[in-house]
């Protein structure tokens, strides 16, 4: 794939993600009092998630796949201002890829391991349930907030703050862009704290909307300023000449 196409797969990776989070979002929001039932215990939760049907299901297998998105958005990025800061963006790349996978990790207990212990527990006697709900706790701390939220948190708003500062040395990009994604991430990171305080909460429940309007807002900055004008490639390729040459 070329330099250009990387980068317009790119952005519109993070569009059409940031678009279809906010569709699956809503969904579940209404029919699964998401994001609130994440901290419901194993009587509430399961039962609740076994009535979504096929269909909340589905919801589940897709929206653990959106998080798929960071690839090709990474391989943009990189592409996109590899010219002002390589090394930072080679990192920012790796982050990218380390939160589609954490995230992944982490909401694929849903549709899978959860399921499973939903369709049980109906059945289950007393001391079973106890037993499920002890697994269904210690998945959701592990997968659901060390795993999915915590680290792939963490590993996208790296991304984010790496790529906004090789934007602010861009002169291609407008410096309100990097400033607004150096913000986000932020913003991010004090909110993946959430866990931990109640402090930070009104800060992650922001988040939750800005988030997808960076997303929206950088992926349309990669198809604006990103992808290489007319004949800088030429100049590019000719710079590299040009140092082998010093260098001979």
Sequence with gaps: MSR?????VGGLALIAGALAFLGVFAYLAATFDYPDVLDGTADRVLPALVATG???RFAWSLYALLPLIW???GVGAFEALRNRAEGGMRLAMLFASLAAISMMLGLFRWPSIHWELARAYGGASPAERSMIAVI????NRYLGNFIGEFLGELSFNAFFLLSSAAMLREPAFPR????????????????????VTDV???????NN?????????????????????????AQFGNSHRDNA???A
Excluded: C, H, K, Q
Aim: proline content about 6%; glycine content about 16%; cysteine-free.
């Design 209 to 233: 909307y800005l988030l997808p309007l960076w997303m929206i807002g950088f992926g349309v900055a990669l198809l604006r300023y990103g992808r290489p004008r007319e004949g800088s490639g």
């Design 136 to 139: 269904f706790d210690g998945l």
């Design 54 to 56: 096929a269909a909340g």
């Design 245 to 247: 040459n010093l260098r």
């Design 4 to 8: 250009s196409a990387s980068i317009l």
């Design 71 to 73: 690839l090709p958005a």
């Design 200 to 206: 930070v909460a009104p800060v992650a429940e922001a």
């Design 176 to 195: 309100w862009i990097g400033l607004w994604g150096l913000a986000t991430a932020v913003l991010g990171i004090a909110g993946m704290f959430r866990n």
